[in-house]
């Protein structure tokens, strides 16, 4: 078998005909994706030569942190969501039953390096340009 197997809920998704709120939403925000991952990209870590689990993509990591901006979501209940909300997995890039899912460490992790960094203000500087 090649490539990785869809889900009943993912499958289920993508044979759907009418689009929830939160998908339009989803599908509708406008962001400067690129931009906010050159910002973080100096900073995030990298696949370690001692070995160990790399990193997840930086590109999914922001998604998540923009997804617990827009509905206010605390570290479990993001956590939660990814595991029980397809649609908000799949904006994150994580369609997949074969792909991990994050904890709430990791979410947290991630959200104290930017903080480390000071990036926030430059996020919201980028997005409002």
């Known amino acids: 078998m090649c490539g990785k197997q869809l889900g009943f809920s993912d499958y289920e998704l993508t044979t759907a005909k009418k689009q929830t709120k939160r998908e339009k939403f989803l599908s509708e925000m406008e962001v400067p994706w690129q931009a906010l991952?050159?910002?973080?990209?100096?900073?995030?870590?990298?696949?370690?030569?001692?070995?160990?689990?790399?990193?997840?993509?930086?590109?999914?990591?922001?998604?998540?942190?923009?997804?617990?901006?827009?509905?206010?979501?605390?570290?479990?209940?993001?956590?939660?969501?990814?595991i029980e909300v397809p649609i908000m997995r799949r904006f994150a890039g994580i369609e997949l039953i074969s792909d991990r899912i994050l904890d709430r460490t990791t979410t947290l992790a991630f959200r104290h390096q930017l903080e480390k960094h000071d990036l926030g203000e430059q996020f919201f500087e980028t997005v409002k340009t």
């Open 37 to 82: 991952l050159n910002l973080i990209e100096l900073h995030y870590p990298k696949t370690s030569k001692k070995g160990g689990r790399p990193p997840y993509p930086l590109a999914t990591m922001l998604r998540i942190y923009m997804l617990q901006q827009w509905y206010s979501l605390r570290d479990p209940a993001m956590e939660e969501t990814r």
